[in-house]
């Protein structure tokens, strides 16, 4: 049979969002490489979509529907899993009302349709759901307090900067778009500095490194900002009319001398000198922060501070400057059909707390879990509550791909498509470019897109009038925003669609806040960066992205039979353990057996770890982790727990 190629988006959870094109020979995928014509990642794919087509294909995944008996998982009809999953819905919201369900949306795939989903319980009357983030929800409250609304720089204006600043990112293994800007950067004699506790990946390609102690980058920050005040190099004209709250901001770096402030966030008086120097001598410089940053209790000290050192370097508002972290990869899509609108408002949980969450809801309890698209097993910390609120449920029905952590405590499982098996519409966390999603083969087995599923099981509601309609016609209304930006549902088949956002934003110096301005943080606490010290556990866990797994996309048979912790020789020989040793780490609320590697790249404080590997396949790092929100934005400090080291005697 002959090949034929087609394009489309990959939907995974990364910021790339790169478009793809698809070889399909006899209905399988064959291949998958970057797509030439897209404008932003420009034929670059991953070394991971190979992996993604054995993933596809892969004899672990689960492609029929399935129910769980007494004596294990049974294969069974759809009409036999939603009949089933119907029922319970009818029964818990005639002796409970709606809210004794969670739907539990996760991070797996973002598309427009997956709106409907939601709409889905929305149209069944609004069922409890969740608020805060596992992810980005601390870096967006963070800047959205600064300038008002979080607006990125468009990747490709980084071209214009003449140094880049990767603050906790390491975008070789995360967001490899943004590899050819930093060699462009570089060739054109500009600066790259990595500022991150581990060597990453991306620290190979930088000029500089700068290895602050975990979580406290808020000094780093503020040592730059008081070097750049000495020097009088501020940006006297943006702080003087367009900041709001400049002299307050700069009593608090009074209150330290530069030594001081580097002494705190562990680095070098050069190291703070060389990062000054950069925003004034180096100018434009952008700054990218990464999402390791936000993963504090009080990461907002550190994101705010960083904003503060791009105003007072005068970057902000500027062409090649900005401090750029995330995009609203919801942005292109019509909010009306999230559903939320239909009913009077309804019960959230707390996503970084869930396990707790669950185990207190009260009038109503919580009687059913449906979660999509994630695996809060694994993912959410502190996996034993977590696990404790599962098993304290009724009735859970879990769709994806595998049988992970969270599927594993599940009684109906739904097998879901992968991309390569829809057809829908992919906007970015990573940048302004929406994609289509077109459809490469026909779905795996029994597997059925997340909007074929709710189709399915609204049918057996009396709202499915309201729910049945093409694909195709609810994505138009969804997409509704796109056709007033003069896009249009058919071009973008065959043509990634640009969301009229600025390419460099804030150019008027106008800024939706309050004031009107930028707005300077102008209270720090340094007793909150305190929080959880411990000297029985003396290293910070950094549970890292993975080189090729996304979070916990994985297999059984992509496991390691222990999870691989690395940590500075130095301190192992403190501990008597050395590189291959089975250990035992442990914090304040579980241990885990892990293989220890020494590495001089970690620095003395901090344990680093990939994250993502399933509490079933003998990982699962989050039984580390201790759970709690975050000051600004209900993200989750998955970084502040603090861990120790023990030999296995
Ligand atoms: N290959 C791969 N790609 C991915 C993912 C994946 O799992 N694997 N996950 C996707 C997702 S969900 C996300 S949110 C993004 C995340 O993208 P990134 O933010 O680029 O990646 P992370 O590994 O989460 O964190 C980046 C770095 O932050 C550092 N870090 C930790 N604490 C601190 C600190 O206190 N200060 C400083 N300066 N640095 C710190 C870590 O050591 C790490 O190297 O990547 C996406 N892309
Ligand atoms: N210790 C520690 N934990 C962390 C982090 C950390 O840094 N350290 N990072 C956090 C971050 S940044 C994130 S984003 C979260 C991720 O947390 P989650 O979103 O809960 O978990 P994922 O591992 O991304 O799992 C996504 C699942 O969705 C499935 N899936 C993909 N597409 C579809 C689809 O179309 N339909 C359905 N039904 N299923 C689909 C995939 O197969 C996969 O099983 O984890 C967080 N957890
Ligand atoms: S996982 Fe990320 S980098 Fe890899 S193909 Fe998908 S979007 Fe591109
Ligand atoms: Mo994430």
Known sequence: MTETQITTTCTRDCPNTCGLTATVKDGRVISLTGAKEHPFTRGLSCHKTAAYIERVYSKERITSPMIRSISGWKRCTWDEALDLTADKMKQFRDEDGT???LYYQGYGERTGLKLLNKYFFNLFGGVTTLRGSLCGGTGQASQNLDLGVRISHDPLDHYNSKAMILWARNPVVTNIGLVPNIKHVRKNGGRIIVIDPFRNKTAALADRYIAPAPGKDVYLAMAAAKIIYEQEKEAREFLTNHCHGAQKYKTLLDRYTIKELCCLAGVTENDADYLADTLINSAPASILLGWGLHRYKDAHYSIRAIDALAAIAGTIGIEGGGVSQGFEEYGPYDPKYWGDELNPPRRTLLMPVIGEEIIKAQNPKIRMIFSTAANPVCMAPNSNKVIEAWQQVEFKVYSGHFMDDTAELADVFLPATTFLEEDDVMA???????GAVNKAIEPVGEARTDFHMFSSLAKRFSFADRFCRPAEAWLNDICSPITEWGGSLSALKHEPFRIPEPMAPYLDKHFPTPSGKFEFMTEFDQQLLEHGNDEHYPYTLLSVAANSTICSERTM????????VSMHPDEALLHKVKNGDEIIVKSQIGE????????????????ISERGGWIKAGHGLNRLTLDMASTIGNGTPYYQTKVTVLPII
């Open 99 to 101: 809210e004794s369900i």
């Open 428 to 434: 970015s966390y990573g940048h302004n470019y929406v």
């Open 557 to 564: 048979a992509d496991h390691t039979s222990l999870p691989e």
């Open 592 to 607: 885990i057996r892990a293989k220890l590697r020494t590495d001089e790249n970690v620095r003395r404080d901090c344990l």
